[in-house]
């Protein structure tokens, strides 16, 4: 072989590894975005005190729904406590869930038990980071969590102190 075979040889070779690293670079998953198309998401508030499900299968459209375990807050006398208005059966919490479904209205709703089993450790949602399925966006925040339905601009937002759907 002569020099000049075995440079181009040379450059041919460096111009495949730096393919190869762009391609390698290119498939190396990233942190989480705003948008996924997981159909079932958990996740936790960085203190873990409220957990939150985005479910997208089995069901009509996309469902945020929040659960917290220590509030401090009370929910008024003759509040709508689930879809359809009424009151909670006996042998329920009120007032720890609130769920919102793409293009409905927010509500609080009746707890039965801990959401997705709710035992163990669910990964935290850093504050300023959120998760999306569908029109769905659920937020971490300091202050709590906000879920929002971006077709309709229903949401709710909960905290340790408070509570709010619209």
Known sequence: MNAITRRQQAVEVAKLATIALAMVAATVSLPATAQADDGYQQFSSPSGNIRCLLL?????GPIAMCQISDDTYSIPQGAALKEDGGPCEANTVSGRDIRVDQGKQAYVTCSYSAIGSGFGQWPALAYGQSRSLGALTCGSEPAGMT????????????????????
């Open 56 to 60: 997208g299968d089995n069901s009509p």
């Open 147 to 166: 879920c929002t339905d971006g077709s309709t601009g229903h949401f709710f937002r909960m905290s340790r102190d408070s509570y709010q759907v619209g």
